[in-house]
């Protein structure tokens, strides 16, 4: 049975101007979880991320550190939603300054967003994100073959949008799972003739002991 493992980024630039950019903390933890990929010994057959700079230099930063050569193919169905628009139209904004502050502005802004179903004012609807990263999901397990691996770099609400719905609990998954997962934090999904299932979430050895202070949320 092949597996499809998706890694969050490492550590965007939370507070700057440009928050897609990676932190240097964000490069080193790419770097750690591409060892810890290595170290596990796991091929990869399929390689894909989203189109976001944050996503694309985690996957060149770790990939180098795995010493993986497959192609990355860029597919912007593994995107984040846009957090400035949902937080501008449910919250009034979320200003990066306060990091307790921004969280508690930004959980309010997602609960209504996914309350607001197809109704609501952003550009993109909670039914159409969700609808959008399980196709990906969909798509990718569909091209694997027999015993293939696939490693997708993605970003927190992608995993909690599609680890809830792998669990029958989609929205409550974003809201839920969202929040806790941690800077290239790894999730594990099985891929076979049963169809994909969840296996592990937010899986992150590779940022404790030694590591630890390399550990992030944000």
Known sequence: MGAIYLIRHGQASFGAADYDALSPLGFEQSTVV?????????EFAQVRSGTLARQ????ATALKALGCDVPVVEDE???EYDHVDIARH???GA???DSREYQR????ALTAWVDSGDS???TESWPVFLGRCTAALAELAGSLGKGENGLVFTSGGVLGAVAGSLLGTPGPGLLKLNRVTVNTGITKLTSGRGGVNLLSFNEH???EGENARLLSYR
């Open 120 to 122: 609501g004012p952003c």
């Open 205 to 207: 050895p590779h940022l």
């Open 105 to 108: 502005l930004l959980d309010a």
């Open 34 to 42: 591409g060892a810890e990929l290595k170290r596990r010994g796991v």
């Open 90 to 92: 449910h919250a009034g």
């Open 77 to 79: 169905r593994w995107n």
């Open 56 to 59: 694309r230099d985690t996957a």
């Open 95 to 97: 200003p990066q300054q």
